[in-house]
């Protein structure tokens, strides 16, 4: 199986500052006939399923807001949030489709 | 609009058997793949298995092989999760997502149902 490492498990950030989550795999998860990287981001707030932010490692869900972008290729991605907003607050996970599926441990957001 | 409601979950006891429901409304449900995907209390993300469209192709994680079946009926909109030898272990909340692309990227979720395992 392929794991999904996050790093932080938490943070704490000050409203409007920039916000950077980075999720490692164990083996690579991009795939050369469609040169895609099969690499997801997700966000969960308390109560609720998780909400898709982010497929194919950078495109962005319709509807999620564009301070949210994803980066990366191979076995190294990177979720950035680019000004804080309250309404963050929650954890976010990775998760890789490229075989099976498997998610990162996940990183909880908070306010600074 | 996209609405997965799953229902079934409860408390059974060590090596019961529980059967989960996701009906599924807003789309073409026929048309896509689909997948449960657990959450133990206060834990991360689990997938735990995929049907294609047809049920031709059915995929499990390991812990819940020769346990746990996925099945659907698409002229009632559903999904289902039957669970056997149900262990502690198995206690989570089970979503039902949409796989939109077969691959795993989940574009819409059901709120979940809370299956305990204790005697």
């Known amino acids: 199986d392929i794991v999904m490492t996050q790093s932080p498990d938490s943070l704490a950030v000050s409203l409007g500052e920039r916000v950077t989550i980075n999720c490692k795999s164990s083996q690579s998860v991009f795939y050369r006939s469609n040169n895609k990287n099969f690499l997801a981001w997700y966000q969960q707030t308390p109560g609720q399923p998780p909400k898709l932010l982010i497929y194919w490692a950078s495109t962005r869900e319709s509807g999620v807001p564009d301070r949210f972008s994803g980066s990366g290729s191979g076995t190294d991605f990177t979720l950035t949030i680019s000004s804080l907003q309250a309404e963050d607050v929650a954890v976010y996970y990775c998760q890789q489709y490229y075989s099976s599926v498997t998610f990162g441990q996940g990183t909880r957001l908070e306010i600074k | 609009e996209v609405q997965l409601v799953e229902s079934g979950g409860g408390l059974v006891q060590p090596g019961g058997s529980l059967r989960l429901s996701c009906a599924a409304s807003g789309f073409t449900f026929s048309t896509f793949w689909m997948s449960w995907v657990r959450q133990a209390p206060g834990k991360g993300l689990e997938w735990v298995a995929k049907i294609n469209q047809g049920e031709s192709d059915k995929r499990y994680v390991d812990s819940v092989k020769g346990r746990f079946t996925i099945s659907r009926d698409n002229a009632k909109n559903s999904l289902y999760l039957q669970m056997n030898s149900l262990r502690a272990e198995d206690t989570a909340v089970y979503y039902c997502?949409?796989?939109?692309?077969?691959?795993?990227?989940?574009?819409?979720w059901g709120q979940g149902t809370l299956v305990t395992v204790s005697s």
């Open positions: 997502a949409r796989d939109p692309n077969r691959w795993g990227d989940y574009d819409y």
